[in-house]
DNA sequence: TAAGAATTCTACTACACGTTCAAATTCTGT
DNA sequence: ACAGAATTTGAACGTGTAGTAGAATTCTTA
């Protein structure tokens, strides 16, 4: 039987850029038209390719969107184990958090899909994509907690204040431009600020 | 010729109880799965009805879009008025948006076109919403410069601010849940409290 | 209760788009 | 330069769905 140690490490390497050129450019359709509104061939038409090459990558435009879920997650659950090494405090771990959200957000877009609706995948994805999601939330959650016993926050249901900083994070896949004014790290800063500054005693 | 004078009260009343019938299923269905993923079946189950139905009322899907979008636009821009007029420091108007736009979300989900993308709206209609969402956001802004320049507020750059204030509450679309155990006003309090704390000097 | 208007239905059309497949082309290593 | 693998292409198919037309039904009013 074949195996994959049968391709030559150079074949593997130009494969895996291809994909993530694909990915990229379904990617930024996705986040600019939608899922539905966005067709093979707009991707393709990205890559200067007909849309029947993306199916020597991806078995179908679904593992196109699946694909986007789980790069975004695995970027935002990296950056809460940086959070957890480095800082000790609450503020400072959540503060990184969000400046790295918000920069995903902005420098890559690779954050976009957090933003994306899970409905369009199939079940089995999107099940696990909003597993990772909670997961995710439930990070925060947890750093809001220790904030609050540790006298730093108020004491507040953190239900409510993760998924304002989430929406206020994910939001920005709206309205960002890389063209525009604001970009991170300043505006990672700001945020942080913001929504830190919204939690912590008067 | 035709005027609009020649049907009675009772039709004219009729049909518009029955266009809002015909919105509040399309805002419920476009809202739990987005706007191409619905079909026009789909909102005409929900009313027991076939889809041929709704073209009595509505030229196209795109006019139910355009339709739902208006309403939620209505809604916050009289949000926006009441404000001003009940209201004199920026703080004070800002929670009340900030608690009717949260209301509007959660109790009668007629709050989550502003949630909605506006690239599957016909041009022209787009430019209008995104006009009106604009002038939304450009009040917003204004309030919060008004506590800057009163003292109320640090100061920031404004647009922020209203960025992370939006999102945050437009994100309620995503997650929210009638059957769930967050309603405003408990909701629209919290957020109030923490986004205009965020704002607030120390 | 009957005429006419309003509403909804059945049957149909047109077309966009995801997907398949085999042929054509380009790339890789010897 | 050649063989074989990797990649891309063009052509075609099937399906789902927005929208149309006219008939059937229900509602309104006098």
Known sequence: MATASQVSP???EKRRRRRAQILSAALRAFREQGYHATTLEHIAERLGVRKTALYHYFPDKEA???A???ESLAQVHRTVAEARERFTTASEQLAHVIREHVRVMTDTLEGSPLAFETTALAPAHQA???ASRDAYE?????MIERGIAAGEFRPVDPKVPVFAILGA???IARWYRPEGSLHAPE??????????HGLACR
Chains 1, 2 share one sequence.
């Not at 439930?138 to 947890?142: F, G, T």
């Open 10 to 12: 150079h074949i593997r």
């Open 64 to 66: 196109l969107l699946y």
């Open 68 to 70: 986007c879920h789980l």
């Open 128 to 130: 696990e994509v909003i």
């Open 138 to 142: 439930h990070a925060l959650r947890e």
């Open 169 to 171: 994070i994910n939001w």
């Open 187 to 196: 505006l990672g800063n700001q945020f942080a600020d913001h929504l830190i």
